[in-house]
């Protein structure tokens, strides 16, 4: 009973003194780590207080560029594109400070992108190819902000609302947006539709072949050359068109300024709609005649 009592007695005191060991590793670790893990939690959130002040203060910068340059008359694309560089360009700046903060220098991230140039250029590719674009778009200027142009790789179209470094920002007549890659407008065809002050008007309308040449020719000389919104001054016609398998197809044409062009288009049809009615013009439908025999 004395030796079973004497061996316990030994187990707890080895128990005690492992556990006390234990515990003094544990308070040396955290004595050691732990004004650490505090200058770590620190810089922390010094670097947000940073990011988020540093961000403030890119807005402010950017936005004091932009109205200096929109009181310089500049073209209001080069102002977003500039803008949008600038931005960029400054949030870069903020990060190598950041990474100073925590003992990463601006050289060090030079030179690891330096020795990774073939993978970035490669993952960058596509963003260098736009912001190339971007670049050729402000100098060639194939179009403006404000106009409507058509882009022919997809057949989109809008009006030009903002031209970023990387993206020109379409705006639909249904006001949705269309975000297009600059590189894929400065490698493809553009038709600017608001490039020029006028444009010509085409209309084409077919009559029946019974119908009288000379009354049409004078319904559509009154109604589409006579509308307001055609101008006086410029080249205008009415003439047969061709003559078709159902109808005479007669035409007329005649210059407005490019914002009146869709109103006047409309307008004209629809009052050489009514004209024709008026005087028995008949606009004939595709048909055919089948005769047979036995």
Known sequence: MR?????????TDAIITTTEKEIGVLEKYLEESLPKLLDFAIDVILAALVLIIGGKIIKWIVGIIRKSMERANAEQGVVTFVGSLCKYALYFVLVLMI??????????VI???GSAGLTVGLALQGSLSNFAG???IL???PFVVGDY????????????????IFYTKLLTVDNKAIMIPNGTLSNTSIVNVTAMQKRRLDLRFGVAYESDIQLVKEILTRVALGDE??????????????????????GARCWVKTEDYWTAKWRITENIKTEFDKAGVNIPFPQMEITMKK
Do not use: H, P, Y
Not at 3 to 11: G, K, P
Not at 100 to 108: E, L, M, P, R
Not at 234 to 250: G, H, P, Q, R, T
């Open 149 to 164: 142009i058509i882009e022919n790789a997809d057949k989109q179209e809008g009006t030009v609302s903002e031209i970023t």
């Open 99 to 108: 990474l100073s903060n925590f003992g990463i220098t601006a050289s060090s």
């Open 111 to 113: 030179a690891v992108l």
């Open 139 to 141: 100098l060639l200027k």
């Open 134 to 136: 971007g670049v050729l």
């Open 3 to 11: 030796f079973l009592m004497t061996a316990d007695s030994a187990l």
């Open 229 to 250: 919104a055609v101008l006086k001054n410029e080249d205008a016609n009415v003439f047969v068109s061709e003559l078709k398998d159902s109808c005479i197809e007669m």
